[in-house]
């Protein structure tokens, strides 16, 4: 289990990487912590503070990458990589995430992050439910890995999502 400390640092990494829109509120993302099909992976510097957590999901049949992020102060270091490749060796069920339609040169930047990884970036049509009560959906793409999803396991992966991730 983590610490309040540590949460409290994750939070802060949270809002400082990600729109309003694309996270909790501070009680509702605490609260996932006593959820059993939760996980949050920290890696800390060399003072014991947080530099970087990934949120995922044990879902049936696959795993989901909620969120990644790096601090602004030790971005650029590999430990995003690290990260994402601790997550990936832990099971040996497909991997999925969610990223931002590639419009721009920043969010090409980002899927070709998880493509390197080797992540496969899908063209189903695909919305995130809103996080926070009063907010819109959030039109993104899916990305899974090791290989790209077939219609029948996107819909299966979408439901699982949905009735799990956002209680849709």
Avoid at 93 to 120: A, H
Wanted: aromatic share 12%; proline share 7%; net charge positive.
């Amino acid at each position: 289990m983590i610490s309040g400390k540590k949460f409290e640092q994750v939070f802060n990494i949270m809002k400082e990487s990600f729109p309003l829109i694309e996270y909790r509120e501070y009680e509702g993302q605490k609260r996932l912590l006593s959820n059993p099909r939760y996980r949050l992976l920290t890696e800390e510097n060399e003072r014991g503070v947080v530099a970087a957590f990934l949120a995922g999901w044990e879902l049936e049949g696959f795993r989901f990458v909620e969120m990644i992020a790096v601090s602004p102060a030790a971005r650029g270091g590999g430990i995003g990589k690290r990260l994402m490749e601790r997550f990936l060796k832990q099971s040996a069920l497909p991997v999925v995430l969610e990223v931002e339609p590639p419009e721009d040169e920043l969010k090409r930047r980002r899927i070709g992050f998880y493509e390197r990884l080797g992540f496969r970036l899908g063209d189903h049509k695909y919305v995130q439910p809103p996080m926070r009560k009063g907010k819109p959906e959030l039109p993104l793409c899916i990305m899974s890995y090791p290989a790209l999803l077939t219609e029948p396991q996107f819909n299966f992966v979408k439901e699982q999502l949905y009735r799990e991730v956002y209680k849709a």
